[in-house]
């Protein structure tokens, strides 16, 4: 489907699931009422709960805006496999456990008339104690680089030249794409308007596993990157850590990441990736395996 020149461009949605059935009707019923025109291209990684079957059923109920596929692997990888069934100029990515305020997409819009990657604002919903905790911010050539990937859009032919994501991270391999777009010369255009509320783990211990892959993640980023340590804004960070609960993440990161420093051994990541398929600019692709 062709963007009309005379109205908003054509945007393809990208979302990777893995057993979502608590969440994901009530993403894709928000992602009905986005702005025209656009599509949504759902990869799920082998579910065995109601996911699929749950997306089956929209799909049915919205003949042609939901196209469903089947990857196993990383967040990265299936991502990727989205991008390649993309059909639009613009992607723009959510993840299984989130909800799009009803003006998100045409707000993203927004953001992608001045720059070729956009991000929006994301807000956890669910227990407080858990959802008001800020990013650790990493800053590189001015720019955040941490927005994260259930509230971003890229320029289609922009994310295939930068080889898509790095589908070696567990974590953080946003931060890594960001990262490459922004040492490219590309400035990330925050709109704060587009609006994803992210629902935050719902007890102590899966928000502390989240925390401790994410500190994995970093330090998976610093062995391809190279040192960022003097990017990181440290009073911001440290000032805050509030709450017991606060720190309890920090600890948690760290633990992760030195996880990482001691067991990576021989699995450190090099600075060039395998190959994902998005490196050629000839305008060949692979095709996913459709559901």
Not at 14 to 37: C, D, Y
Not at 104 to 117: F, H, I, P, T
């Amino acid at each position: 489907m062709a963007s009309n020149p005379d109205g908003p461009p054509f945007v393809s949605i990208v979302i990777t699931v893995r057993n979502e059935e608590r969440h994901v009707g009530r993403l894709l019923e928000s992602l009905g009422k986005q702005e025209p025109p656009f599509e949504i291209v759902l990869v799920d990684a082998l579910s065995h709960d109601r996911t699929v079957e749950i997306a089956e059923e929209f799909a049915r109920a919205h003949p042609g805006l939901l196209r469903i596929f089947r990857k196993y692997g990383s967040r990265g990888i299936g991502r990727n496999e989205g991008v390649r069934a993309a059909r639009a100029e613009f992607v723009a990515f959510t993840d299984g456990d989130c909800i799009a305020d009803s003006g998100w997409l045409r707000q993203l819009r927004r953001g992608l008339a001045r720059s070729d990657v956009a991000a929006g604002q994301t807000t956890t919903v669910g227990n407080a104690a858990y959802g008001h905790l800020e990013r650790v911010e990493l800053y590189q050539e001015g720019s955040d680089v941490t927005y994260p990937s259930c509230n971003l859009a890229y320029r289609r032919s922009l994310f295939r030249e930068l080889g898509g994501f790095d589908p070696r991270f567990i974590t953080a391999e946003d931060i890594d794409l960001n990262l490459r777009a922004v040492r490219r010369g590309v400035r990330i255009a925050y709109v704060p308007e587009a609006l994803i509320y992210h629902q935050v783990r719902e007890s102590l211990l899966r928000f502390g596993i989240q925390a401790f892959w994410n500190g994995y993640g970093r330090k998976q980023l610093t062995e391809k990157q190279g040192s960022l340590w003097a990017s990181y804004r440290y009073r911001r960070l440290f000032a805050g850590q509030r709450s017991v609960i606060a720190w309890a993440r920090l600890g948690a990161a760290f633990a992760g990441y030195f996880t990482r420093v001691l067991t990576g051994g021989g699995r450190r990541l090099t600075p060039t990736p395998p190959p994902t398929g998005f490196e050629s600019r000839d305008g060949a692709e692979g095709a996913p395996g459709r559901a």
